[in-house]
């Protein structure tokens, strides 16, 4: 990583963040871990396969998709607006969790993680995935596979796959759009 430093001004979790002077070539993660404090995202393998690390990148078309922060520099940000694990839940004024996410709060009641280390990363995955079905509805025969594609490229040590899965389905089903002819 090089010591000459350049400013960088972005969005994330729908704040202003910048001008901040960083060094070229330092990676995303370590730009939200050691310059905001948002340690939510997690270092897995440091090589973008495990994707504990993803953060979610809003797209000016609407659309949003994973980047894996790990492997990403944070000046690839620029300009750009970034959602991190920790943008999901509501707050109230005083930075207090009042309501978590629903994919937040079905990860809970299906007992989704038991270490909890990848958990940002299918946060954030189920996230991407839960606006790409609201803006493009999938038939119920082919929600499965729709999960399936949205979860698999994460990584979970503990085998909370089918938790996982069961969480984000349940998400699906009950959320009215995100699924043709559900209930």
């Known amino acids: ?27 995303m993660i370590d730009f939200l871990h050691e310059y905001l404090d948002l340690t939510g995202s997690r ?8 994707r504990a690390c993803v953060v979610i ?7 949003s998709e994973e980047v894996r922060s790990c492997i990403t520099g944070a000046h690839f940000f620029e300009g750009k607006k970034v959602r991190t694990v920790e943008g999901h839940a509501q707050r109230n ?3 207090e969790v009042v309501a978590l996410s629903p994919i937040q709060q079905k990860f809970l009641e299906h007992y ?13 995955a189920a996230t991407v995935l839960l606006e ?4 493009q509805p999938v038939g119920k025969d082919q929600l499965d596979q729709a999960i399936t594609d ?3 490229d994460h990584i979970c040590r503990c085998t909370g796959y089918v938790r996982y899965f069961e969480a984000v389905k349940e998400v ?12």
């Open 43 to 50: 270092l897995g393998c440091g090589q973008g396969v495990c």
């Open 150 to 152: 949205g979860l698999n």
């Open 57 to 63: 990148l809003d797209k000016p078309d609407g659309t």
């Open 93 to 95: 004024e005083q930075g």
């Open 112 to 124: 989704s993680f038991q270490c909890g280390y990848c958990t940002p990363g299918f946060v954030n």
């Open 132 to 135: 790409k079905l609201k803006r």
């Open 172 to 183: 699906a089903l009950t959320t009215p759009g995100l699924v043709k002819d559900a209930k």
């Open 1 to 27: 990583m090089s010591m000459t430093t350049h400013p960088i001004t972005m969005h994330i979790n729908g704040k202003p963040v910048g001008p901040v002077p960083v060094p070229d070539g330092i990676m």
